[in-house]
């Protein structure tokens, strides 16, 4: 059995932002927080997470969360939702306890009141059943009351070594779902039937990678006409492919908590695509490479933009790229944090985890094409994490 390494650079970060902020302790509840924070995936989605400013994370699972996964360095205590009618006063009242244990009342506590996204609990057909009165009522947990910490979102930015590895396992599982896209891009087969063999594929690796305790995908297919729209939404429908036609996905995959965010495009076979369809396809992976290649630590990001960019506008498809070149991604789908735009004004850093994704749609084209590839900035360029071929064949 492997050893689950404890992550003390991410506690060294935490910390070091409480101390600066002047709190004693961040309480979190949306799972992407718990993953940041704990490394933990909320089933339910009503655990909580009270971090303080020394010593080891407790997190606050309900009665109900199962408990056959739980990292180190971190304290795990029960409270009663699921039988009782008022857990949340059985929450508050043990999070002050522990403030008391750790010499910490009269420290003020903090937490994001609000959050314009988060990523899903593990059950996430349903949203996390949180009373909004217990937020609020988490202020008056400290006799200090609450302070706003306005740094906890850049702690999302730099990934540690540990957290690396792990989005690195989302990365190979998700290899396996876009070998499944490229397999099944036959004529007569539905969008739908593609994205769930696509779905499947990520989600059977529960059962055939000890690694993987929860594997999920969103897989969203769009061909011919319908991925001209691919830079403005992303819908999978049940269009029937026909034969030499471009098909684009969007894929999102989950492992243990953690993100890749993909994008290939592959061609229809039975047919050759057509030779505009071959260029751009070309053109959106040099352009790609090209900026991958400017990826480094110290680089301004709208020139990582301008990279692509230009390229895109100098093969004559300027008019067709619609959207900006990347975002940060890791702990959720879309991480919070600067994008990759011709206005960002902020500088890569090395750690950070960023896409890459030029794409080119129009209706004038018939079609829509983007690769998307998930890097780690370094000191001395990136590193890929998205390992699967970008040809339209899939080779």
Known sequence: MSVIPFDSERQIRVQRMLRAQGVGAFIAWRPDELILLTGYYPQWGVSFCLYPVEGEPILFNPALEPDDFYLPGVDVRSYLWGKSADPWTDLLEQMAVVLRERGLTGEPVSYLPVASRSATGINSAEGQPIDPQVIERLSIVSMAGWRDTTAFPDLYLLKTPIEVDRIRLAHQVAALGLRAFHANLKPDVSEAEVASFVEAAVQNQMAENPAVQFARAWAFVQSGPNSIYGGTYSRTTGRRMLPGELVMIELAVCVNGYWADITRTGAVSGATPTTQHQEIAEVVTIAQKRAIQAVKAGVAAQSVDKVARDYIAERGYGRYYEHHLGHQVGF??????????????????????????????GTAIGAGCRIEDNVLVTDTGCEVLSKAPKSLDGT
């Open 332 to 361: 959720r789908y879309h991480d919070p944090g600067p994008t990759l735009a011709p206005d960002s004004d902020f500088t890569l850093q090395s750690g950070m985890m960023v896409t890459i994704e030029p794409g080119i749609y």
